[in-house]
């Protein structure tokens, strides 16, 4: 094992977004509710402020307790944020109040890594 901390936050890593994209077939799953166009959602945003894999990571992930028929789950850390139920056309509104700001004014910046 080798703990990375130090060189993730040299990287410059402020924020990590997970969004689930858990798949089962028994109960409501994201996977079912368009977890993967959400998850990709989320890093079109970011790729459009040129900021996918700069201080805002993204990861897909399995269930994060919150399944639901009408969307999907997605977390925003350190800030400790929980959407529950979020569809494609919320994913705007989400990163903007979460991690906008850092993102938006990190743009004038170049990213710290492809
Ligand atoms: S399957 Fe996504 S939160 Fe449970």
Not at 38 to 62: F, G, I, Q
Not at 91 to 97: F, H, I, N, R
Request: glycine share 8%; aromatic share 4%; with cysteine.
């Amino acid at each position: 094992m080798e703990r990375r901390t130090e060189r993730i936050h040299e990287r410059g890593v402020s924020a990590t977004v997970l969004v689930c994209t858990n798949e089962r077939t028994e109960h409501a799953a994201c996977a079912a509710v368009d977890g993967g166009a959400v998850a990709d959602a989320v890093r079109d945003w970011l790729r459009e402020r040129d900021r996918y894999w700069s201080e805002v990571a993204v990861a897909e992930t399995s269930c994060l307790g919150m399944c639901s028929e009408d969307g999907v789950a997605v977390v925003v850390q350190p800030d400790d944020e929980w959407f529950a139920e979020v569809t494609v056309e919320d994913v705007p509104a989400l990163m903007g109040e979460t991690v906008g700001a850092a993102a938006d004014a990190a743009a004038t910046e170049p990213a710290t890594t492809g």
